[in-house]
């Protein structure tokens, strides 16, 4: 079993930033995969960014140049630095944990809510 804590969303003027942190603790494999997903009212849960314990980031289109995802391997934990916010940015950010690329499943954390006001 694998626990995610995520913190630092909130309430944020566009054009702003904003910093979400993801602490996974429990049984964790040195090949994992950790990123974060979103989900806006009314629509599907998408990408935003993936990174591997080897460092290999992948981003959402929408973000790329303004989001920047990193780790610390030493406490297992997942960042995303968002720059240059904007409204269409607003949705309930979900951190996820995989125990390695070629497994899909995997845990997910609470959610943490992102809104940027225009």
């Known amino acids: 079993q694998v626990q995610l804590v995520e913190s630092g969303g909130g309430l944020v003027q566009a054009g702003g930033s904003l910093r979400l942190s993801c602490a996974a603790s429990?049984?964790?494999?040195?090949?994992?995969?950790m990123g974060w997903y979103r989900q806006a009212p009314g629509k599907q849960r998408e990408l935003v960014a993936t990174?591997?314990?080897?460092?290999?980031?992948n981003y959402a289109d929408s973000v790329l140049g303004r989001f920047t995802i990193s780790r610390d391997n030493a406490k297992n934990t997942v960042y995303l630095q968002m720059n240059s916010l904007k409204p269409e940015d607003t949705a309930v950010y979900y951190c996820?944990?995989?125990?390695?690329?070629?497994?899909?499943?995997?845990?997910w954390g609470q959610g943490t809510q992102v809104t940027v006001s225009s």
């Open positions: 996820n944990y995989r125990p390695s690329p070629s497994i899909d499943r995997g845990y």
């Open positions: 429990g049984s964790i494999f040195s090949t994992n995969v």
């Open positions: 990174i591997t314990s080897g460092g290999w980031k």
